[in-house]
């Protein structure tokens, strides 16, 4: 019987391991010895801080750039040349970039790819574009248009939907850790709080 419910708990443990590593943020209100500002922290010691008082806006957005889906957030902080960028890369598949394509172009343009070989091709796009760039960042100058901007690149969109979510709940003062009913519930605020990303 001792075994049995020591073998629960540890597949409870690895459960909750699993899904921690699957959104990877973590938030840590009022960490910061100076409460004028909050911090995004990434792996191997990137980070971004800001006065929070400062935050002109905050925004969520998803576009295509070549041949990527894009997910990117952005903070613009006040009085500064500098606006945060938090993104995401997907590669697009076939099928996506064959129902982008106009419907006059002929059809012997737009490729249909078997099931079995889109599965290979985007895998082998997954695999290739994490080896490639990993989560750094790529600029290209002077093509790119991102020269004021600090940028930071996460591997899963999940974790930085969670993120944005998280981040504007706070921003606008809806985040409450004892619930929306409770009188005495106090609000999480951006106030010398870090945000630390997988």
């Known amino acids: 019987m001792l075994m049995r419910r020591l073998a629960i708990l540890s597949i409870l443990a690895l ?3 699993a899904c921690n590593s699957l959104w990877g943020l973590n938030i840590q209100q009022g960490a910061l010895p100076n409460k004028r500002l909050f ?30 889906l ?38 012997a343009i737009r ?22 760039t990993g989560d750094m960042v790529v600029k290209d100058y002077p093509t790119s248009t991102h020269a004021k901007t600090v940028e930071f690149r996460v591997s899963q969109k999940e974790e930085l939907e969670n993120f ?5 709940s706070i921003f606008t003062g809806q985040d409450s850790p004892a619930g929306d009913d409770d009188a005495n519930a106090t609000r999480i605020t951006l106030a010398g709080t ?4 997988q």
Do not use: C, W
């Open 15 to 17: 459960g909750s391991l």
């Open 39 to 68: 911090a995004v922290e990434f792996p191997n010691g990137l980070s971004f801080y800001a006065r929070h008082d400062r935050i002109n806006s905050a925004s969520m957005q998803r576009y295509q750039s070549g041949p990527y």
């Open 70 to 107: 894009v997910t990117e957030m952005v903070i613009d902080i006040a009085d500064s040349d500098v606006l945060l960028r938090v993104y995401h890369t997907e590669l697009m598949t076939t099928q996506r970039i064959t129902e982008r394509t106009p419907d006059e172009v002929p059809g």
């Open 111 to 132: 490729p249909d790819v078997p099931d079995a070989v889109q599965k290979l091709i985007d895998r082998g796009r997954k695999g290739t574009d994490r080896l490639a």
């Open 164 to 168: 944005y979510q998280r981040f504007i």
């Open 194 to 197: 870090i945000f630390t990303l």
